[in-house]
């Protein structure tokens, strides 16, 4: 672990209240809010349709799409995803009433539904869990759920310490929070539910309090949130082993549930209101910017219209990081729209940013020296441009990147600014189908 005090985000608790953005006069929305392939997706709507508010536009077996403001379909063009990817967009022009945006919605009594029935209200709502990624929550629940008892673990603070929306969600929406957990938790029929706060939290800091709110058994574990990687699935689970030995804790793995605040506020928002996920917290901050703020943005909404409504630039940023500064990653648009994937907007200057100049690797040790997991980044990094990932003198090595927990520090310390980190999925996904 490191020490996260250059990073810490500046503006963490500095937000009483979030504000709505700019409801945008045209939304770009991608018909892929996950990590679906793209030829697997049905977009619903073509050019010149009126859609509503919330009309679902694009699915797929796992996930569906709905549009975030009523209006007129302009076209399906190809958009740059926030995640780095190219894919296709719904662009829809604004023209008409909303559904639910400003409406106080009635309350559902979602208590006496089936787990089945909760679970497919989260798949029509478009529920992601955007724990580590952007997945399926439903589908990710029908998964997991087997005839052996599951854990619903949730962790309340922000895994990249250079965010700040986990710690806002903590402070100020926690009955929102505490209703999707024990939703979540109904469709899941979890065995019990593992709150991991910062240890800021622990005497009552912040206003998450621990009395009962579900049914299922509630234990709490303190984590020292000025160390990085703290808010990984594996650390995570060996926190909890360390601090809980009784059942059903000490068995918590890799096959539980793991959600973060924002997930669960969108559980409960689509099954207690019947809401679909249309909108994300975004906290939007930068040394470019003029304020920082904590928005509900429109899914669909360009990084541009967030600026302007941070009083803009008072210098042109030379790096937009999406998601935060260990396990974020770069842009080079102001066009590129928020997806459910997004929970962080950093326009950052120069000085705050040194761009990758593809050097070739030096051979420092240094990855190897702080990767939480021991693995050496540079040599897998080597197989992986290389293409020798399955040679038998590398191919021991190169199934270790199935450890990677993906938390960025090889990246963060990487003299010559390879994207370490970034190569391991990829290297996964080969060795996955080599196997």
Same mark, same amino acid.
């Given at each position: ?291 920082? +703020?904590?928005? *509900?943005? $429109?899914?669909?909404?360009?990084? &541009?219209? !967030?600026?302007?409504? @941070? =009083? ?77 990932? +399955?040679?038998? *003198?590398? $191919?021991?090595?190169?199934?270790? &990147?199935? !450890?990677?927990?993906? @938390? =960025? ?27």
């Amino acid at each position: 672990m490191v020490s996260v005090t250059s990073f810490a985000s500046k503006d963490s608790g500095q937000f009483s209240r979030s504000i709505y953005a700019f409801i945008p006069k045209e939304a770009v929305i991608p018909v892929l809010q996950d990590d679906t392939k793209q030829s697997e997706v049905e977009i619903l709507v073509k050019a010149g349709d009126t859609v509503s508010e919330g009309q679902v536009i694009a699915r797929t077996s796992e996930s569906v799409v709905h549009a975030s403001i009523p209006g007129v379909v302009q076209k399906i063009a190809d958009c740059e995803y926030p995640n780095g990817m190219q894919g296709k967009a719904c662009v829809i022009a604004l023209h008409g009433a909303f559904e639910t945006t400003g409406k106080k919605l009635p309350k559902q009594d979602w208590k006496k539904q089936t787990p089945e029935a909760v679970c497919k209200n989260l798949f029509e709502c478009g529920v992601m869990n955007t724990f580590n990624g952007c997945v399926s929550l439903s589908a990710q629940i029908a998964q997991k759920k087997t005839d052996a008892a599951r854990l619903l673990v949730v962790r309340l603070f922000d895994a990249d310490p250079s965010c700040a929306i986990e710690r806002y969600l903590v402070e100020h929406e926690a009955e929102k929070i505490k209703e999707g957990i024990a939703v979540i938790a109904q469709a899941l029929e979890a065995s019990g539910i593992v709150l991991v706060l910062s240890k800021k939290d622990e005497k009552g800091a912040a206003p998450f309090s621990l009395e009962s709110f579900s049914e299922k058994p509630v234990t709490a574990v303190f984590v020292d949130t000025t160390k990085f990687p703290v808010g990984t699935e594996r650390d995570i689970a060996l926190t909890v082993r360390r601090q809980k030995k009784e059942a059903p804790w000490a068995q918590i793995c890799s096959h539980d549930v793991y959600i973060d605040g924002e997930t669960a506020i969108c559980a409960c928002e689509a099954v207690v209101y019947g809401k679909p996920c249309i909108e994300r917290y975004v906290h939007v901050t930068g040394s470019c910017l003029n304020s920082a +703020a904590v928005f *509900r943005v $429109k899914i669909g909404t360009k990084l &541009a219209s !967030l600026a302007v409504q @941070c =009083g803009g630039f008072k210098k042109q940023p030379a790096c937009i990081i999406v998601n935060g500064l260990f396990s974020g990653n770069a842009v080079d648009s102001l066009a590129i729209p928020v997806t459910k994937l997004v929970s962080c907007v950093q326009f950052q200057s120069k000085a705050h940013v040194k761009l990758c100049d593809d050097e070739s690797c030096i051979r420092c040790g240094a990855c190897h020296q702080v990767c939480p997991v021991d693995l050496f980044p540079e040599r897998l990094y080597r197989a992986f441009v290389h293409g020798d990932f +399955a040679a038998t *003198r590398e $191919k021991a090595a190169v199934v270790t &990147a199935r !450890l990677c927990t993906e @938390c =960025g520090l090889c990246n963060a310390v990487c003299p010559a600014r390879l994207p370490l980190s970034q190569v391991m999925p990829l290297l996964r996904e080969q060795i996955n189908e080599s196997d």
